[in-house]
């Protein structure tokens, strides 16, 4: 398995733009995670989703942030509009059912400007 | 609320000795402890996990213990190398989520030759 794959690597927008993330899990697991990892508050959890299914997204910033999860194989990360401090790594991440482990995608890094 | 804390502060080491780091929790009792590796422009990786009932466990050159009376837990690489220079992330679920995952700033291990 190629692991979790996100899109893109780098994102470079203006203020006031729409930004959508993409990631696509491990075939197989069960639970979706999107973190957002900045140097001072380090590696937060946004939003994960069992079965498709969001089930807490009460670490989403504000209502310019907005997740979803059509299907097993797919998930989207959607900021609108962006602001500078939206900045960030932001990573996805899938665990297989009954296993705690988490696999991390290699990230995308924001950068609102 | 709940906290997962490290030290922030790098630790730095000479090749061939022990790195200690870290990880202390507040306000709730985690069923388990998971830590990571992250290397930069890099998403974590796992590495172990205990249980609140397991005092050590071990993995190759690594060893991790879980003190429920102290909170903390700690993170041992034996014989280091500088390949092992990278930050390592504690992690543990937290109440009302079994694998909803809150991490630790990380500690930044540096192994000097």
């Known amino acids: 398995d190629a692991g979790v794959i996100q899109s893109p690597r780098h994102e470079v927008t203006e203020m006031g733009q729409e930004v959508t993330l993409r990631c696509k899990p491990i075939?197989?697991?069960?639970?979706l995670f999107w973190y957002r990892q900045t140097m001072m508050r380090g590696l937060e959890l946004l939003i994960y989703?069992?079965?498709?299914?969001?089930?807490?997204d009460s670490g989403m910033p504000e209502d310019r942030f907005s997740a979803k999860m059509p299907n097993a194989s797919f998930s989207t990360l959607k900021i609108q509009p962006s602001e500078p401090r939206d900045s960030a790594v932001y990573f996805c991440?899938?665990?297989?059912?009954?296993?705690?482990?988490?696999?991390f995608g290699q990230g995308t890094r924001l950068t609102v400007v | 609320s709940q906290k997962i804390e490290q030290n922030s502060e790098a630790l730095n080491i000479q090749e061939g000795k022990t790195a200690t780091l870290t990880c202390n929790y507040t306000?709730?009792?985690?069923?388990?402890l998971q830590w990571y590796r992250q290397d930069p422009g890099r998403g974590p990786v796992f590495l172990l996990l205990?249980?609140?009932?397991?005092k050590e466990k071990r993995k190759e050159r690594l060893k991790v213990t879980f003190d429920t009376t102290l909170k903390q837990s700690l993170f041992h690489i034996t014989a280091s190398q500088p390949a092992d220079s990278a930050t390592y992330l504690c992690?543990?679920?937290?109440?009302?989520?079994?694998?909803?995952?809150?991490f630790g700033a990380g500690t930044r291990l540096a192994v000097h030759p």
């Open positions: 991440a899938s665990t297989p059912m009954g296993n705690t482990e988490a696999f």
């Open positions: 075939s197989g697991h069960n639970s």
């Open positions: 989703f069992n079965n498709n299914v969001p089930i807490d």
């Open positions: 306000n709730y009792s985690p069923a388990y």
């Open positions: 205990i249980r609140e009932n397991e």
């Open positions: 992690a543990s679920p937290v109440s009302g989520g079994y694998n909803k995952l809150i």
